[in-house]
């Protein structure tokens, strides 16, 4: 299957994590990398734990001895940026975690005293000393949660074949409860059929159950390795904004080449031609009415056909019924033309603003001729919806699939387009499994 998606501009790459099913969940590779991830949690803690708070304690009380104290101070805080590369790439590859690097360190002054200060002032050396600080103490909690429940589970599985092993005294099992032979009372021993099939069954549930329960625990430790160890929050905003502004300026300047060319070979050739005829028309005027009267009607054509060009060309920059009835109006018109059957839903809370609905027109319209010339398809659909804060308008086909973004410049030009407003498209196009574009806008 041929799957392309784009997510929001500057949003950090996800490579998507692989979700064995519940009854694969014991044997996949994911359960035993994140209790592997889990386990060594606690041993990479109490290393980093006692790096940082030994040297940021020693580099804070050196202060006074600004010679010793603050440049140790900074050196173990840029360190810290290592530290978080590692656990970046232990994350990567036991979790299928990416996490996106941040911004490279940055010396505001020059010279020794400004890499000082930069150093001390660097927010994701800090960040990455809380992460190493936090990780002891929940490195102890997932060690001990991801050793004690697979431990359980072996024992308890095994515990058919292992009973001989847990014989005390004249008790052939191990004790389930009270204080044991030598000491006397009502003990309980996992001991003949019954409770070694109950055992058993026990080890059964606890080997689907653990892996869930250490999905969740790694879904916390995911979440802190990006809070912590990815990029700031406002460093992530500020290069949204940078690539959702200079995707709106490459869509604007291909509109106005676009507007440039349609005007240049469509429009202005006829009209140029359309003044020469009528110049010839003019010189003939005298002499031979008949063919100035012929030239005169085919010029009346000519001025025909350059104002249907110029209403088209007018309609593609934004249709008037685009503007006067919406976008349920102006999409079904669109579909009328198509050549393949489409329907067409449209379901709305309120209008979009003027540049959302017409990024949102644009971009299925653009769809849509692509369902006429390539897709092959007998059938169509155009379903656009709100959902939360999102305008979500999908377009769906029975062709032959096999579109992708990556291979198609029209289909790259409106992922750039739909970027510009913060959107995002995505395309499934498995081969002969048709095609379904989805397109998410702000309302």
């Known amino acids: 299957m041929s799957t392309a998606g784009i997510t929001v501009p ?9 979700r064995p099913g519940f009854w694969r969940a014991p044997i996949s590779a994911r359960t035993w990398g994140e209790t592997i991830h889990l386990t060594l949690n606690f041993v990479v803690g109490l290393v980093g734990f006692i790096y940082v708070v030994v040297l940021i304690a020693l580099g804070i009380g050196l202060t006074p001895l600004c010679l010793i104290g603050l440049p140790l101070l900074a050196g173990v805080l840029l360190s810290c940026r290592g530290w978080g590369a590692m656990e970046r790439g232990r994350a990567r590859l036991l979790m299928d975690e990416v996490v996106r690097a941040p911004a490279p360190f940055r010396q505001k002054t020059p010279g020794f005293t400004g890499w000082v200060k930069s150093g001390c002032a660097d927010g994701t050396g800090w960040r990455g000393a809380l992460y190493l600080f936090l990780l002891l103490p929940w490195g102890i909690f997932t060690f001990t949660i991801a050793i ?8 308890t599985l095994t515990y058919p074949a292992t009973q001989p092993l847990f014989r005390s005294a004249d008790q052939p099992g191990a004790l389930l409860s009270g204080d044991g032979p ?3 009372g009502d003990d309980v021993y996992l001991t003949g059929p019954g409770w070694v099939a109950l ?7 606890l080997m689907f159950l653990t892996p869930q329960i250490i999905r969740g625990v790694a879904a916390v430790d995911r979440a802190m390795v990006r809070a912590l160890l990815g990029p700031a929050f406002l460093s992530k905003q500020v290069e949204e904004l940078t690539v959702s502004r200079g995707a709106a300026v490459d869509t604007a300047a291909s509109d106005m080449r676009r507007i440039e060319r349609d005007l240049h070979d469509g429009a202005q050739a006829r009209l140029v031609s359309l003044a020469m005829d009528l110049g010839m028309a003019k010189e003939k005027m005298n002499s031979d009415p008949e063919s100035a009267q012929r030239m005169v009607v085919e010029a009346h054509n000519e001025v025909k056909l350059a104002l249907r060009e110029l209403r088209d060309l007018a309609r593609g920059i934004h249709p008037a019924v685009l503007t006067d ?6 999409l079904s018109a669109v579909a009328a033309k198509c050549t393949v059957p489409v329907t067409v839903s449209v379901d709305l809370p309120r209008r979009p603003s ?12 653009e769809l849509l001729t692509n369902v006429s010339k390539h897709s092959g398809a007998s059938s169509a659909s155009v379903t656009v919806r709100a959902e939360r804060d999102r305008l979500v308008a999908v377009v769906e086909d029975n062709g032959r699939g096999g579109a992708d ?5 029209g289909l790259a030009g409106l992922v750039e387009r739909v970027r510009g407003v913060d959107g995002t498209l995505r395309v499934e196009s498995p081969k002969g499994g048709g095609t379904r574009a989805t397109v998410s806008l702000p309302l």
């Open 10 to 18: 500057g949003a950090a790459p996800r490579v998507p994590v692989s």
């Open 325 to 330: 009835r919406g976008l349920d109006a102006a």
């Open 405 to 409: 973004p990556a291979h198609g410049t």
């Open 354 to 365: 003027a540049p959302i609905e017409q990024v949102a027109y644009y971009t299925v319209s």
């Open 199 to 205: 055992t058993f069954l026990v080890g059964v549930v």
């Open 182 to 184: 030598k000491l006397g």
């Open 148 to 155: 004690a429940l697979w431990s359980a589970t072996l024992v």
